[in-house]
C-alpha cells in the first residue's frame, strides 16, 4: 500500500523524488514552449489575438484583454461584456503580484424586499430580474490597461470587432450549447435574434454574426470605460431594463468601480499561491494546499485510489470553512489568519480517514451554496517575464438569456446567486457583491514566476487546480500532461447539481470499486468530460528560459508558445 504518513520529512520544493509522468506521458497535442512568451486560452482564435498583441510588444497585460474580449464574442454561453471578471498580475518591475477583483456589487434598489412582493421565494435564474448586479468586465479592462498597457486601447478589441461584425464559424460545442438552451435562447427576441437563423438555433460550422455586439465593442474600443459605464451603451442596457421590469439604474452603473487588492496566499512545498480575496472562493485552495502539504504525494502517487480519495475529502472539509464566510469581504470580518493557518488544516486533518468518506452529517447544517456554471479561464506570460491570470463569468450559460435591445450583450445572472434569507451569508443586499465560484491562480518560486492557471467548472475548480499543481510540482508533469490526465469532481459542477464523485473513465474501474467501498458515491462520466471544465495553464522554466503552456482539449482552446 502506498505510504500515507502524515508527518514525515518531505520534500520542500525543487524535483520530486519520484516522477508519475509515464502513465499519462503521451498527450493529444504537446505542452507549447517557447523562448519569447506564451498565451493559453479555451478557444482558438482568442488564443492567436493574443499571440498578435504580443508580437507588437503588448504588456501580458494587453494580450489578456484582446483574448478575452474575442472570447466574449467566440464563447458567448461562458463569457460576454455582461459579465464580471478576476485576475492577478506580475509585473516584473513591481516584483509583486497584484489582485483585482472586477466584479459587480448589486444595484441599488435591488432589495429582497423587492422580490418577496413578488411572491418569489427566491432569485430568478433567468431574465431582467437575475441581471441585477452591474457587471465588472469592461471597467477591470480598462483599469488593468491603465496600469499596464502599452499597446493602444482601441488595438485591443481589433480581433473580437472583427469576429462580431464579420462573423467565425460555430465550433460543434458550443452550437450543441445553443441547441439544448434553445427554449431560455427564445424567450426574448433579442436573444432569439442573436442565435436563430430561419427560426432555428445556428449550426455548426454556420458563420456566427454578431452586429449589434459589434457596435457595442467599438463603442468601447473609441471611449473606453465611459460608453459602458456613462455612454450610449449603458443608456441601451437601463432602458431595456426598464422595460421588462429590471431592477438597475443608470446611476448603479455611474457608481460602480473595480478594485485593486493584494491578494491572499499560502507556501506549499516552497512555492508561493496566490488567490483572489472574497468574494471568490480562491482561499478554499490555500486551504486545500494547507492540508495537502502533510501528505508525501509522491509516494501516495497520481491516479491510484488513495490520491482521488484525499483529493476529494480535503475538498469536502475545506468547503465547509469555505461556506461559512465566502462573500462580499466588505460586509463581514473575514479571519484571514485562522482560515489560512497550518494549525486548523492540522486540526481538521484529524476528521480525514482512508477507509471511509467523512460524514457530512457529522457537520453542522451550512448555507446551502450554488454552483458557478459557466467561465472562461485564461493566461498570459510575456517575454519580459509578466504574467496575467484571468477568469471571466457570465455565470450560467449564456447568462440571464437576456439582451438589451441593441447592444448584443448578453447581461449576467450572478446575482440569483443571491439569497433571500436574511440569515444567509451571501443574503442579498443593496450595493452587494455575491459569492463568487471563479478563481484565477498563480504561483511564484524563489521570488520569480513560476505557474498561471485555472480552469472554469464551479466546486471543481479548487480541485481541478489541485490537480494540476500537485501534478507538476508532485509529480514532474509538463503542463499538458497535468492538464489532459484523467480527472475527478467532488461535489457541484457546471451545469450539474448532483454532489457525486465524478471520475473520468478513463481511471480504472478497480479504483472506482475501491472508492465505492471507502464510501464514496461514485458517477463515472465519459473521457476529457465537459463536467470537467476547461484547465489552461503555462509553467515558466527559469532554468531553461522556456515558457510552457497547455490548453484543455475538453474545451475549443489551444497554447501557443514562440
Same mark, same amino acid.
Given at each position: ?93 513591481? $516584483? ?32 431582467? /430580474? ?92 473609441? &471611449? ?10 449603458? &443608456? ?30 499560502? $507556501? ?23 492540508? /495537502? ?96 491570470? /484571468? ?39 443593496? $450595493? ?131
Amino acid at each position: 500500500m502506498a505510504a500515507r504518513c502524515e508527518e514525515q520529512d518531505i520534500q520542500k520544493g525543487g524535483k520530486p523524488l519520484v516522477q508519475y509522468t509515464d502513465q499519462f506521458a503521451a498527450t493529444g497535442r504537446p505542452v507549447a514552449e517557447g523562448a519569447r512568451g506564451a498565451v493559453t486560452s479555451p478557444h482558438y482564435l482568442a488564443t492567436q489575438a493574443g499571440k498578435k498583441i504580443l508580437e507588437k510588444d503588448g504588456h501580458a497585460v494587453d494580450a489578456a484583454i484582446a483574448v478575452n474580449s474575442v472570447l466574449c464574442v467566440v464563447l458567448p454561453h461562458m463569457s460576454g461584456l455582461g459579465g464580471d471578471l478576476f485576475s492577478l498580475v506580475w509585473d516584473q518591475s513591481e $516584483n509583486k503580484v497584484q489582485a483585482l477583483n472586477g466584479s459587480g456589487s448589486s444595484g441599488s434598489q435591488v432589495t429582497r424586499s423587492v422580490y418577496i412582493q413578488k411572491d418569489l421565494d427566491k432569485i430568478p435564474e433567468r431574465g431582467p /430580474l437575475s441581471a441585477n448586479t452591474v457587471p465588472g468586465t469592461v471597467d477591470a479592462w480598462w483599469a488593468l490597461h491603465q496600469c499596464y498597457g502599452k499597446v493602444e486601447w482601441a488595438a485591443l478589441f481589433e480581433d473580437a470587432i472583427y469576429y462580431a461584425e464579420n462573423g467565425f464559424p460555430l465550433t460543434e460545442k458550443t452550437s450543441k450549447f445553443i441547441a439544448e438552451k434553445a427554449d431560455i435562447l427564445s424567450a426574448y427576441p433579442e436573444t432569439k435574434k442573436t442565435f436563430f437563423v430561419n427560426g432555428s438555433p445556428i449550426q455548426a460550422g454556420e458563420i456566427f454574426v454578431q452586429p449589434d455586439l459589434a457596435w457595442s465593442f467599438k463603442q468601447i474600443a473609441r &471611449d473606453g470605460r465611459k460608453a459602458f459605464y456613462e455612454g450610449v451603451i449603458a &443608456d441601451k442596457i437601463i432602458a431595456s431594463l426598464e422595460k421588462h421590469g429590471g431592477l438597475l439604474v443608470k446611476k448603479d452603473f455611474e457608481d460602480h468601480q473595480v478594485d485593486w487588492e493584494d491578494p491572499i496566499s499560502t $507556501n506549499y512545498r516552497g512555492y508561493d499561491v496566490y488567490q483572489v480575496k472574497p468574494n471568490t472562493q480562491g482561499i478554499a485552495v490555500l486551504m486545500m494546499f494547507n492540508m /495537502l502539504e502533510s501528505y508525501d504525494m509522491t509516494s501516495i502517487g497520481d491516479g491510484t485510489t488513495d490520491y482521488y480519495h484525499l483529493l476529494a475529502e480535503t475538498a469536502k472539509l475545506k468547503f465547509r470553512y469555505r461556506d461559512e464566510w465566502v462573500t462580499d469581504s466588505r460586509s463581514i470580518t473575514i479571519p484571514y489568519d485562522l482560515l489560512l493557518s497550518k494549525s486548523l488544516s492540522k486540526k481538521v486533518r484529524t476528521h480525514l480517514s482512508w477507509e471511509e468518506v467523512y460524514s457530512l452529517d457529522d457537520l453542522e447544517e451550512l448555507p446551502e451554496i450554488q454552483g458557478s456554471r459557466d467561465t472562461v479561464y485564461l493566461s498570459v506570460a510575456d517575454g519580459e517575464g509578466n504574467g496575467v491570470s /484571468l477568469i471571466q463569468s457570465i455565470y450560467h450559460e449564456f447568462g440571464s438569456g437576456f439582451i438589451p435591445e441593441g447592444s448584443g450583450i448578453l447581461l449576467q445572472n450572478r446575482g440569483s446567486y443571491f439569497s433571500l434569507k436574511e440569515d444567509h451569508i451571501n443574503t442579498l443586499e443593496p $450595493n452587494k457583491r455575491t459569492f463568487h465560484t471563479i478563481i484565477p491562480a498563480m504561483a511564484l518560486k524563489d521570488g520569480k514566476l513560476f505557474m498561471l492557471f485555472g480552469s472554469m467548472g464551479g466546486e471543481g475548480q479548487p480541485q481541478t487546480q489541485c490537480a494540476l499543481f500537485t501534478r507538476v510540482v508532485d509529480f514532474g508533469y509538463n503542463m499538458q500532461q497535468a492538464i489532459e490526465a484523467p480527472r475527478w469532481l467532488y461535489g457541484k459542477t457546471w451545469g450539474a447539481d448532483s454532489t457525486t464523485l465524478k471520475l473520468e473513465e478513463r481511471i480504472s474501474a478497480k479504483t472506482m470499486d475501491e472508492l465505492i467501498d471507502r464510501g464514496h458515491t461514485v458517477e463515472k462520466v465519459e473521457a476529457y468530460s465537459q463536467l470537467m471544465g476547461h484547465a489552461q495553464g503555462i509553467v515558466v522554466d527559469h532554468d531553461r528560459g522556456v515558457y510552457a503552456a497547455g490548453a484543455d482539449p475538453r474545451g475549443d482552446g489551444i497554447a501557443l508558445s514562440w
